[in-house]
């Protein structure tokens, strides 16, 4: 089961983490085009499964200690190159850029095969949870910047 699991979660490798997901109808508009928004969804399972294969699940996260830990989006860049359509097959790149203090910088890509469709900066901020900011643990800071260098 647990080869499934971390097969669904996608994988480490070249410096970051790939997930493949397929277009479904429901992620589409009117013109048979992924739904610009709809992106938004593949770039957040990219960034969740990527920390699901580093051994840092979001839920685990959030209580672990006291004070718990959490990931939110602080700012996103998105340039969107090229449209996906109905039953493409999108390969979801993610890889650290920076890890440490408050603060990751992350790069996405989302692509056709070899053809980039979306390039994404996000900034994520490490949060508490009650809200406030809180320093990366270097545990998990590491595990970020290991995968970035392998």
Same mark, same amino acid.
């Given at each position: @089961? !647990?080869?499934?699991?971390? *097969? ?7 410096? &970051? ?19 610009? +928004? ?14 699901? =294969?580093?051994? =840092? ?5 959030? !209580? +672990? ?34 890890? &440490?203090?408050?603060? @990751?910088? *992350?790069?996405?890509? /989302? ?6 469709? /979306? ?5 994520? +901020?490490? /949060?508490?949870?009650? &809200? ?7 545990? /998990?800071?590491?595990?970020? *910047? ?5």
């Amino acid at each position: @089961m !647990s080869d499934q699991k971390f *097969l669904l979660a996608g994988e480490l490798l070249d410096g &970051g983490h790939r997930l493949v997901q397929r277009v479904y109808y429901e992620d589409t508009d009117f013109s048979g085009m992924v739904y610009h +928004a709809r992106y938004l969804h593949f770039l957040e399972r990219g960034r969740t499964d990527y920390l699901r =294969c580093l051994g =840092c699940e979001q839920s685990t996260l959030l !209580s +672990a200690d006291e004070e718990g830990l959490v990931f939110v989006v602080h700012r996103m860049e998105i340039d969107f190159k090229q449209p996906a359509r109905m039953d493409d097959i999108l390969m979801i790149q993610t890889m650290t850029e920076k890890a &440490g203090g408050a603060k @990751m910088l *992350l790069n996405q890509e /989302i692509r056709r095969g070899e053809t980039l469709l /979306i390039a994404a900066k996000v900034v994520i +901020a490490v /949060i508490n949870k009650h &809200g406030r900011p809180r320093r990366l643990p270097e545990t /998990i800071a590491e595990k970020f *910047l290991t995968a970035a260098a392998e």
